[in-house]
């Protein structure tokens, strides 16, 4: 079936460090790909989305290019701040998901340092 | 206020009692969700609805119970709960087609299973 896997965290960077969180996904045909972010005591909320292949998303200076060839979504900032700090997660829409049911990675959380 | 309302917002019980987790929405959108998080393994879905008639189990329904009581509210029950129902809950909304791919995320319910 579907599935989403995400490079495991957590991840500590710096203030205005680049960062990467990698997304590599498993799907039948050709699913609509998202980031959702959820910060502290919150619920999650979309950051961004791709719908077709070669698209690029973005948002708050986050972006993320859905790679058909490499099946993969990784979420780039090129300078993180402090309140960057949160768990992302990658998820799939599917092409036969009835639309709205994603499928969701494990998540990564981000932790930045001043 | 919030656009999808989650009450309690923390819970704790213990092994064997009835509990029940209500998701009020004012976005208007006929379809919900129930998710539950664990650390390291994601949101995964329990149920879901697409209208006030339409019930669907998720991935992981066993253990659960919903009512859709009306478009804009929907409850997930735990009959007996057992430890391993720790865990945040979380209710989404989408709209109607899903086209977007967008859900709408409660603050969650923090479940603790004594």
């Known amino acids: 079936g579907d599935s989403v896997t995400q490079m495991e965290g957590p991840v500590t960077l710096s203030e205005e460090a680049f960062l990467t969180i990698n997304c590599t996904y498993t799907a039948t045909g050709y699913p609509s790909l998202f980031w959702y972010v959820q910060y502290p005591g919150e619920g999650l909320q979309l950051l961004l989305k791709?719908?077709?292949?070669?698209d690029k998303g973005s948002n708050k200076g986050f972006e993320a290019t859905y790679r058909k060839e490499t099946t993969s979504f990784h979420l780039e900032k090129g300078s993180v701040q402090v309140s960057d700090s949160a768990v992302y997660f990658c998820?799939?829409?599917?092409?036969?998901?009835?639309?709205?049911?994603?499928?969701f990675g494990q998540g990564t959380e981000l932790s930045v340092k001043p | 206020d919030a656009d999808v309302t989650q009450t309690p917002r923390n819970r704790i019980t213990k092994t064997g009692k009835r509990i029940m987790l209500e998701c009020s929405q004012t976005k208007g959108h006929d379809r919900m969700y129930w998710y539950r998080q664990d650390p390291g393994l994601g949101l995964r879905l329990i149920y879901y609805s697409f209208d006030v008639k339409d019930i669907n189990k998720g991935e992981i329904s066993d253990g659960y119970s919903v009512s859709r009581q009306a478009q804009a509210k929907f409850s997930l029950s735990l009959e007996s709960a057992i430890p391993n129902q720790t865990a945040l809950y979380f209710c989404?909304?989408?709209?109607?087609?899903?086209?977007?791919?967008?859900?709408?995320f409660g603050e969650g319910s923090r479940l603790t299973v004594l």
């Open positions: 791709a719908t077709k292949a070669d």
């Open positions: 989404a909304t989408s709209d109607l087609a899903g086209v977007s791919g967008e859900l709408f």
């Open positions: 998820a799939l829409s599917g092409l036969y998901n009835q639309g709205g049911k994603l499928i």
